[in-house]
């Protein structure tokens, strides 16, 4: 096991970055929920808010996990020597698996423990330092904290993210790579009929129960419809591809164009799940300050939070594509190309997935306002 710990522990500052973000995220994760935990203490017995705000927690531990989950799989792309080190070293994909559950779980704890000091000495009566200030009730200061409730909420966030990064992992993303191109599959008649068939099948239901008056159609057709527009994503990004392709295209159009198709259902995910995240938090947010006039800090938290989580997994996917077109840029400078192409072929790429991006934002930026706003 020594072999393995030496190899593992080869941090760069980009790795120790994402370590450290890893625990900030799982601290807020836990600061929300010893909050609840607080407030249940406080509320009188029999109150349904405490399962209110627990349930305003999974947002959060979503978030968490999504982000434990895409960082725990680029690690494997972006490390080819550390895994091939590991694999020299006997470890199996199990092994692999565990050491990467191990090294994010390890970090949400880190996070989860620091939270709970933070939540300890605000609890022993050190609120007089904070003037102004009024935490009882999300502390709980008026009774004892229950050694189970507090441990299972510390145990759930680490769990999580140990279960979440061992799950995203591929077996085949944990064995050294040949270097080979791999081939990059079109999008089929039956998925691009389901891409199509569900935002049109959720806007329907949700226009039906919209004249009804029915919640559960309301929601389900909202549901529907957000699982549509993920679902499109990719082959939307693969269409804007084929059409900056079409034709007789130069080199920047043609760079452009196959490069996003090849990117397309590997970006099409992380892009899909901001877009959405992105327009479902803005609907709630503006809902939640028309209601109390203001968003609440709690929502906020929970909202940056969701925001950080998604556009860190985001940014980790575009650093995965950058790292898998070094080898093909080399080639192309090698015969001489100039640099101003890749920079406008960067540029076409980018313009046509933000076309992308907005066009599925606004989709489920008007689903969740129809559904939440009428």
Same mark, same amino acid.
């Not at 190899?7 to 994760?29: F, I, K, M, N």
């Not at 692999?96 to 609890?123: N, P």
């Not at 080639?331 to 406008?344: C, H, I, K, P, T």
């Given at each position: 096991? =020594? +072999? ?19 625990? #900030? ?61 590991? $694999? ?5 994909? $199990? ?20 939270? !709970? ?27 004892? !904290? ?7 909420? *510390? ?15 591929? +077996? ?16 089929? $008649?039956?998925? *691009?009929?389901?891409? !199509?068939?569900?935002? *049109? ?44 392709? &079409?034709?007789? +295209? ?29 327009? =479902?938090?803005? #609907? &709630? ?18 909202? &940056? ?50 076309? &992308? ?18």
């Amino acid at each position: 096991m =020594l +072999p393995y710990l030496r190899l593992a522990r080869g941090y760069r500052s980009a790795d120790l970055l994402r370590w450290l973000l890893t625990a #900030v995220a799982a601290a807020t994760v836990t600061a929300l929920l010893l909050r609840a935990l607080g407030r249940a203490l406080t509320d009188p017995a029999g109150s349904g808010a405490s399962v209110d705000r627990l349930l305003w927690c999974l947002p959060a531990l979503a978030a968490l996990g999504y982000l434990s989950a895409g960082w725990a799989r680029s690690l494997p792309l972006q490390r080819p020597e550390r895994m091939a080190g590991l $694999v020299a070293a006997g470890a199996g994909p $199990v092994r692999l698996r565990l050491l990467l559950a191990g090294e994010t779980a390890l970090a949400c704890a880190f996070g989860a423990l620091l939270a !709970l000091a933070g939540f300890l000495v605000l609890r022993a009566h050190w609120l007089e330092l904070l003037p102004g200030t009024r935490l009882d009730p999300a502390l709980g200061t008026s009774t004892g !904290l229950p050694a189970a409730g507090t441990t299972t909420l *510390l145990a759930t966030v680490p769990l999580l993210g140990g279960l979440a990064a061992a799950a995203a992992v591929r +077996p085949a993303d944990l064995l050294p790579s040949d270097g080979a191109d791999r081939p990059q599959p079109r999008p089929t $008649v039956p998925y *691009l009929a389901v891409a !199509l068939a569900l935002p *049109l099948a959720g806007a329907a239901m949700l226009s039906a129960g919209l004249h009804a008056g029915g919640s559960l159609a309301i929601w389900t057709g909202w549901l529907v419809g957000f699982v549509g527009i993920a679902v499109t994503v990719p082959a939307l990004l693969y269409a804007a591809g084929w059409l900056l392709a &079409v034709g007789r +295209p130069r080199a920047v159009r043609l760079l452009a164009g196959r490069g996003l198709q090849a990117d397309a259902w590997r970006l099409g995910t992380p892009l899909a799940v901001f877009a959405v995240c992105a327009a =479902l938090g803005a #609907v &709630v947010l503006v809902r939640l300050a028309d209601e109390h006039g203001s968003a609440g800090t709690p929502a906020l938290i929970e909202t &940056v939070l969701l925001a950080g989580c998604v556009l860190g997994a985001l940014v980790t996917r575009l650093a995965e594509l950058v790292t898998s077109r070094r080898a093909a840029y080399a080639s192309l400078r090698r015969m001489g190309a100039a640099g101003s192409v890749y920079l406008r072929s960067w540029a076409l790429r980018t313009g046509a997935a933000v076309v &992308v991006l907005l066009g599925a934002g606004a989709g489920a930026a008007a689903l969740t306002a129809a559904a939440l706003l009428r």
